[in-house]
Nanobody, 126 residues
Framework: QVQLVESGGGLVQAGGSLRLSCAAS????????MGWFRQAPGKEREFVAR????????YYADSVKGRFTISRDNARNTVYLRMNSLKPEDTAVYYC???????????????????WGQGTQVTVSS
């Protein structure tokens, strides 16, 4: 079992950058694949990025590829999402997710993750 707490959200102008953090509790953080999802107003929650247990494999949604970078520090039980060149359409609540079950090559579905944080708001102004 793992508990997740996101932080780092806020208001930023288009073109700016922001780094989100997700702090995880538990003894086996390194055994969890970690993902970032987001939910914009009036929209369904969507996949953003994921990273493998060891941090060697990453996968991104096309909408953020080249702009966002997911990383993790297993020693700190933390996963990060560096967001560069932010656009107004990036505005959403960003959620951290975790699961030790590697069920798919991409781990980009909501159902791929059992554990979720409460989210952190990212607002990008135009």
């Amino acid at each position: 079992q793992v508990q997740l707490v996101e932080s780092g959200g806020g208001l930023v102008q288009a073109g700016g950058s922001l780094r989100l953090s997700c702090a995880a509790s538990g003894r086996t953080f390194s055994s969890y694949a970690m993902g970032w999802f987001r939910q914009a107003p009036g929209k369904e929650r969507e996949f953003v990025a994921r990273i493998s247990q060891g941090g060697t494999s990453t996968y991104y949604a096309d909408s953020v590829k080249g702009r966002f970078t997911i990383s993790r520090d297993n020693a700190r039980n933390t996963v990060y999402l560096r967001m560069n060149s932010l656009k107004p359409e990036d505005t959403a609540v960003y959620y951290c997710a975790a699961d030790s079950r590697i069920t798919t090559p991409t781990m980009r579905s909501l159902s791929d993750y059992r554990y979720w944080g409460q989210g952190t708001q990212v607002t990008v102004s135009s």
